[in-house]
């Protein structure tokens, strides 16, 4: 018997140190929530798009041959007549020489066969010689006058390649893109740089199907420049697509109309079809607050308990700073603003208020 106790008083201490493990309290995750608002402007069609200007073109050297000089760089404002880039004209020179040669003999050609021709005219009028001697002059004459014909304009086509080794502007306008550098060999058509002329601005943006039937050259339009959110311009479509690209959809291009200084070439800019909206009402949220609960977009909306449940939406249409949904989603509702696809199904969040910028449609603003 003692034996047994000696082994079960330790045993007891053991056991007596093994209790129950302390519970640790999970604290609630910080969350950014978004409260949904009525706003009649949720259908409003708002896309993305770049700021181009009315006219731009590809520029190129109207011949070949090896750069020797570029005289401009991208960003650099160009003037009528200047001069952008310079190829090697010694082939250009030579060639022009040898057409000047060319000419110079056909001259003399022309010269001497005039002067046969005058002779035979004299000659057969006093019987020296017989009409087809006097015909056989005339042809020579035609022949000769018809070879200057040619080496005159062989000439003119000579000098005028030896001038195109020059590249200028046609017009006033920004550089937006170059292709070439001294040292690089190019072709005669050959695209080198990209100018966009001076006049006026206007936004590309690409719409799908259901958006293009909507839309008429004149339509009023608003825009508003990513980089300065707070200034909303006038604008009007210039243009729409008649035919889808690739990835069907239609280019729409709108004028606009007071830009200033601080709408520049390439800026991204949002654009409101102020005359063109849905018919299907919409709810402006986050582009944060979209995740993928298996096949179903969806939200997570946050009840009074501050525990999160998934909602399932249908997505209208995705925007710069916003997205577009139908679903079970009336005014006051609380849904995650941002870092939807990192919670779970119930769990408990400490609600931040979202202080972002507005999304386009859920606000005063575009």
Known sequence: MAIRTFFTFPLLLILSACGKPTEQVVQPRPALVYTVTANENHGASVYAGEIHARHEADISFRVGGKVTARLVDSGSAVTPGQVLGRLDPQDAQLATTEARAQLAGAESEAANAASELARAQKLVQQKFISQAALDT??????????????????????????????????????????????????????????????????????????????????????????????????????EVAPAADENRTYLVKATVKDANDAVKLGMSASLLFAGATSNIPAISLPPGALFQNGQQPAVWVVNTQHLINAVPVEVVQYRSNAVLVRGTLPPGTQVIAAGAHKLLAGQKIQPVPYDGVSPVGAGSRL
Do not use: C
């Open 137 to 238: 002059r005339l042809t020579a004459d035609k022949t000769a006058r018809a070879k200057l014909a040619a080496a005159r304009a062989q000439f003119d086509i000579s000098a005028n390649q030896s001038r195109y080794t020059a590249l200028t502007a046609s017009a006033a306008g920004i550089v937006t893109t170059v292709n070439f550098e001294a040292g690089q060999v190019v072709s005669a058509g050959q695209p080198v740089l990209r100018l966009a002329y001076t006049g006026d601005k206007e936004v590309h943006v690409r719409v799908g199907e259901a958006q293009a039937h909507q839309l008429k050259t004149g339509m009023p339009v608003q825009i508003r420049l990513w980089s300065a959110p707070d200034k909303t311009y006038t604008g009007v479509i210039r």
